[in-house]
C-alpha cells in the first residue's frame, strides 16, 4: 500500500487525474456487471412479482366494481324502507290462495318483480332472487327459465340460516339456472344473504352475475407472454378462466399462504402470484412463464448494462482528451508562478482560451499587473512627500516673527488714526497664521467661517470689490468640527469664476440634519452657468485625482475644489456627498453633506 502511495506522489498530476478517472468509471461499471449477472436473480423475480400484482390489482379494480354493484343491490333490498315496506304488504293478502288464481298475490308480485328490475337496469346482466319461508318468493327473470324453489336443494342453502344480517354468503360459480342463455353464458356467480324479519321468518335473497364479465377483465389484461390469470376461491377452486374449460376444477398449489411462488404448469416452470379481492375470501391468480419473464428482464438489464459499458468507454475517451487539453496551461502556469517567486515580476503565462485554467491565467497575470502599477504608484507617492518634506522646510520662516512684525505695523497704523488700514493688517495677519499653523487639521465651524471672513475683507480691498458674506447657523451647529480650509476655496471660486462686476453676496448656511449628518451650503448670486459648463464642472470635480491638473488650479492655500471634494472623501468615504447646483443670471450652490463622525 505504501508503495502505491509513493508511486502516486512521484506521478505528475496529469497522470493522477487519467489514473483517477479509470478507476472511478471502470471500476463501479465492471462491479454492476457481476452483480448484474450472477446476483439480480432475487431482484428480478421481485420485479416480476410486482409487475404480475400489478396487473392483478387493476384487473381486481375493476372486478370491485361488479361486486360493488352487487353490494348495493343487496343493501337496498336489505335497508331501503320502501322496498320493505312492499316487500311487507305480502302479509295482507290471503297466504292460502294460489299465486295463479289471486288477483293481490299476482299484481303485488309483479310490483315486486318490476322493482327488481328496476334496480337492476342500470347493471350488467344480473339475477335476483328473494325466497320466502312459507314459499312465496319474487324475481326480476322468468320462472320458466328457473323454479326459485329450486334453490332450497343447493348443499348452500341451509347455511344461510346460521347467517347474521350483516354476513354474505359468497357461493361462487354454478352452471347458469337461465335456461336460454347456456350457450352463450354457460356459467354464473353468485351470492347469499338472509334478511331476518319481524316475524322470525326469513327472506333469502341470491344474486347472481354472468361469469363471463370477469373473464372480459381477464381479456383486457392478456399480453404476449402467455399469461394465465384465474378467479379462485381460498382452496384453488377455480371461478373463472380464459380456459372454460377449466372453470369448476382445482389448482394444486397454495394460494393463501404464498403470495408467490415458482410452480409447475403445463409441464413449464411458472411464476404463480395471487393477489385477494375485495368483499369476499376468493383470489385472482396469474401465471407467468418463468424462464420468459425471468429472462426478458434479465437480458434487458445485460443489453443496457453493455450499451451504457459502450458510452462509459467513449465517455472516457473523450475525458481523457480533455483532461490532457486542460492539464497542458498548468505547467506554464507553475513556470511563471516560479519566476514570479523568484522576483522577475515581468513575466506573463499569456494562456489564451475561455477555460477555466486560462481564465486563471489571465487573473494572475492582471493581478501581476495590478502589483506592477501599486509598487509604481507607491513610488510616485514617496516622491510626493519627500518634495512636500522640502517645500515645507523651504517655506518655514519664523512664524512669530512675522506675525510680531504685522501687529507691530497694525498697531503703529491704528494709533495713526487709519482703523480700516488696521483692520486690513489684522484680517491678513489672521489669515497667515491659520495658513501657517496646521498643528490641528480640525476646528470649529465658527473658526472656519472667520477664516472665510478675513479672506473676503482682504479680497475686497484688493479688487476695491464691495461683496457680503452672510452666515445663517446657530450656535449648536458652529461647534461642529470640520477639516480647516475646506470652505476658503469654494469661496475663493465664487469670487474669482462667479461674478462679472464687483458687487454680490455670497450667503453660507449650516443645520443639522438626521442628527448626524452636517448640511452645509455656499450660494453666490453671481452669473452662474449653463448646462454644458455645469457638466464640465461635475466630470473636473468628480474625476479622478490628477497631479498635474491640481498644480495648475492652485487657489490662495494651495488647495482647489477639485482637491476639497477628494480631500473630504478621503476623511469621510463615500458617507460625503457633494451636490453642486447653477443656473444662468441666477448662481450657483454647492452643497456638502458631512458625517459628524469621521472614518
Not at 406 to 413: G, P
Request: aromatic share 10%; net charge negative; proline share 2%.
Amino acid at each position: 500500500m505504501k508503495r502505491i502511495v509513493g508511486i502516486l506522489k512521484e506521478m505528475t498530476l496529469r497522470s493522477r487525474l487519467l489514473v483517477a478517472i479509470i478507476l472511478c468509471i471502470l471500476l463501479p461499471w465492471i462491479s454492476t456487471y457481476i452483480v448484474s449477472n450472477y446476483f439480480t436473480k432475487d431482484v428480478l423475480e421481485v420485479r416480476a412479482v410486482k409487475q404480475s400484482k400489478d396487473t392483478l390489482s387493476m384487473i381486481e379494480m375493476s372486478m370491485k366494481r361488479i361486486l360493488d354493484d352487487v353490494m348495493y343491490t343487496s343493501n337496498f333490498i336489505q335497508f331501503d324502507t320502501n322496498f320493505n315496506r312492499l316487500l311487507k304488504s305480502n302479509q295482507s293478502i290471503d297466504s292460502g290462495s294460489s299465486q295463479a288464481t289471486e288477483v293481490g298475490s299476482l299484481l303485488h308480485y309483479m310490483q315486486v318483480s318490476k322493482s327488481l328490475t328496476d334496480i337492476t337496469d342500470m347493471f350488467s346482466n344480473t339475477y335476483i332472487t328473494l325466497l320466502y319461508e312459507d314459499g312465496l318468493y319474487y324475481t326480476n327473470y322468468s320462472t320458466y327459465e328457473k323454479d326459485p324453489l329450486t334453490f332450497r336443494n343447493e348443499p348452500w342453502f341451509s347455511e344461510l340460516n346460521d347467517l347474521q344480517f350483516y354476513q354474505t354468503n359468497w357461493i361462487g360459480v354454478h352452471p347458469t339456472y337461465i335456461q336460454s342463455e347456456k350457450e352463450s353464458n354457460p356459467y354464473l356467480i353468485s351470492m347469499a344473504r338472509t334478511i331476518k324479519g319481524a316475524n322470525k321468518s326469513n327472506i333469502y335473497q341470491i344474486i347472481s352475475f354472468e361469469e363471463k364479465e370477469v373473464r372480459k377483465f381477464f381479456h383486457n389484461f392478456q399480453n404476449a407472454t402467455k399469461v394465465v390469470f384465474f378467479l379462485t376461491d381460498n382452496k384453488g377452486e377455480i371461478y373463472s378462466s380464459m380456459d372454460t374449460e377449466k372453470i369448476r376444477s382445482r389448482l394444486s398449489y397454495d394460494i393463501t399462504n404464498k403470495e408467490h411462488q415458482i410452480v409447475e404448469y403445463n409441464d413449464e416452470d411458472h411464476l404463480l402470484v395471487s393477489y385477494p379481492v375485495s368483499y369476499t375470501n376468493w383470489r385472482l391468480v396469474s401465471l407467468v412463464p418463468y424462464k420468459e419473464t425471468i429472462g426478458t428482464i434479465n437480458t434487458v438489464t445485460r443489453t443496457t448494462i453493455i450499451i451504457q459499458g459502450a458510452f462509459l468507454l467513449l465517455f472516457l475517451l473523450a475525458l481523457i482528451i480533455l483532461i490532457r487539453e486542460l492539464t497542458k496551461p498548468v505547467t506554464k502556469l507553475s513556470f511563471v508562478t516560479k519566476s514570479v517567486e523568484q522576483g522577475h515580476l515581468d513575466v506573463r503565462a499569456n494562456i489564451s482560451g475561455n477555460s477555466d485554467l486560462a481564465k486563471l491565467a489571465n487573473s494572475f497575470d492582471h493581478m501581476l499587473d495590478r502589483i506592477e502599477e501599486m509598487i509604481e504608484q507607491v513610488k510616485d507617492r514617496e516622491e510626493e512627500k519627500r518634495m512636500a518634506e522640502l517645500e515645507m522646510l523651504q517655506a518655514q520662516i519664523n512664524p512669530h516673527f512675522l506675525f510680531n512684525v504685522l501687529n507691530s505695523i497694525r498697531l503703529k497704523i491704528r494709533l495713526s488714526g487709519d482703523k480700516d488700514s488696521a483692520q486690513l493688517i489684522y484680517s491678513l495677519s489672521a489669515l497667515l497664521r491659520m495658513t501657517i499653523n496646521r498643528n490641528n487639521a480640525f476646528i470649529p465651524l465658527s473658526e472656519e467661517l472667520t477664516i472665510v471672513r478675513h479672506y473676503l475683507q482682504l479680497m475686497n480691498f484688493r479688487h476695491q470689490d464691495d461683496f457680503k458674506l452672510e452666515f445663517i447657523t446657530n450656535r449648536e451647529v458652529e461647534q461642529i468640527e470640520i477639516p480647516r480650509f475646506f470652505l476658503q476655496p469654494i469661496v475663493e471660486n465664487a469670487f474669482i469664476h462667479g461674478y462679472n462686476q464687483g458687487n454680490g453676496t455670497i450667503v453660507i448656511v449650516a443645520a443639522l440634519k438626521d442628527n448626524n449628518l452636517l448640511e452645509l451650503s455656499v450660494t453666490d448670486d453671481g452669473s452662474g452657468m449653463d448646462e454644458t459648463t455645469l457638466q464640465s464642472l461635475k466630470r473636473e470635480v468628480f474625476a479622478p485625482k490628477n497631479q498635474e491638473k491640481i498644480k495648475n488650479t492652485r487657489s490662495f492655500n494651495g488647495i482647489g475644489v477639485q482637491n476639497v471634494f477628494q480631500r473630504m472623501q478621503m476623511i469621510y468615504g463615500d458617507d460625503f456627498k457633494l451636490e453642486i447646483e447653477s443656473m444662468v443670471g441666477v448662481g450657483t450652490t454647492f452643497t456638502f453633506y458631512i458625517p459628524i463622525e469621521k472614518e
